[in-house]
């Protein structure tokens, strides 16, 4: 093999599912092992064995605590991996929350690959093998390792890597790995023997964030892997966004309906909760009751307030200042499923946040079979809705809708506002590469659907000069 190699084993023709090896002669490196979701063979496909022996690993890199970013890490375990896990202190703790949560599904659901975002249901009748146990996800952590950012680490002699604050949730960095060629014994060095830089990217904030700091820049790569959620959208202005958020509370609780927010835990909670926060305090929407219904987003929440250090320095000043972000007058937290069920009987109108972002699985189904018939109500889904999930098919206003076998009429009002979304657009991603343009010589454009994944490619190689591509599933790419 070449010096140095690259195989794109997930997050290519897809959003979810990460999964990049990276290997020199000396080194198997890994970034991220999330689940595959949203696919009709999501669940086989998250099943097999990885086409990679875990065992031969050495290391594994964690961008950040999304299920599609660390959902497979506790098989990878239980196939073999053995090396150790480096990720930010935040990023440990969070997916500590995450993968305990999956187990609990397991436990209770009896199916595989349960998630945050998206899950199915099980056969009747059958108990299918789990995707791990608990024991697996506890060896995990005993080799889970935690750096800072814009700290230089020295891995082997190999390789080096630096952190850089991603901006996308709470803890997520981007991996710059400067690779230094040991293996000089066939060939004099030279001048031109330096050292190569690969960042991956993860998934890149969109800045400026509510919350978070923005997304640092990233300005000597050599090669650049680089996520395409939205590569072929920008999203609405902030204050359009900010002004349609504060309309569509107003005309829902002035029809006197319920407003729907399904919400990933981890990011979009808090950001919701924040800027509720500031609409009632400077009494811009009315106080009406507000129901967190995620027992996971709340103990995502107390994790933010404890890493109040990662928000951007507004907020820290309004910190500083007294101000509970995460909390309002009217603001309920559901904690038992019996507690999710009373929430009908609180009179409208009132705003309902739950869970899964993408309305597969969680407790937000239950409020969307009985609000979506209701003229008056609102389902607001503020962020991507991936392919396959009952958050795609609201997404597309159909006039009924499948959920759990039952036949749903939807008479509500669907609204979407991608402005809130934790990734970058187009525009921006493109000023991301712009920003390293000068020493690239390639970017691999992935975790996007084909289409978007392509689009941003062609626009790279059109505006920039650049050599980008969109890899495929399974290939190998040299570096060098």
Known sequence: MSNLQITFWG??????????????????ILIDCGLLQGAADS?????????????IVNYLFVTHAHTDHIGRIPKLVREGFRGTIYSTTETRELSELMIADALKIMNQLDFQTPSEHVTSSPTPGVKPAPLYEQKDADMAFSLWKTISYDTKTQINEEFSVNLKDAGHILGAAMY??????????????????????????????????????????????DYLIIDSVYGDRVHEPKEERDERFKQIILDTIEKGGALVVPAFSIERTQVILYELNNLIEKSKIPSVPVFLDSPLAEKVTEVYARFSKDFNFTVQDEIKSGDNIFNFPKLSITHSSRGSMDIVNTPNPKIIIAGSGMSSGGR???????????????ILLMGYQALGTLGRMIQDKPAQADINRRIVPVRARIEMISGYSSHKDSDALVKMVADTEKTVRKVFVVMGEPKSSMFLAQRLRDELGVQAIYPERGKTYELQ
């Open 11 to 28: 997050g290519v023709g897809t959003v979810t599912g990460a999964n990049f090896l990276l290997e020199s002669p000396n080194s198997k």
């Open 43 to 55: 669940e086989e496909e998250n099943k097999k064995p990885f086409p990679y022996d875990p065992k």
């Open 176 to 221: 710059e790995f400067t690779y230094a060629d040991r293996t000089r014994n066939e060939r004099r060095q030279t001048q031109t023997d330096k050292p190569i830089k690969i960042v991956f990217s993860g998934d890149s904030g969109n800045s400026p964030s509510p919350l978070l700091k923005d997304t640092e820049p990233i300005t000597d790569a």
């Open 364 to 378: 937000v189904v239950g409020h969307e079979i009985k609000y979506l018939p209701d003229p008056k109500s609102t």
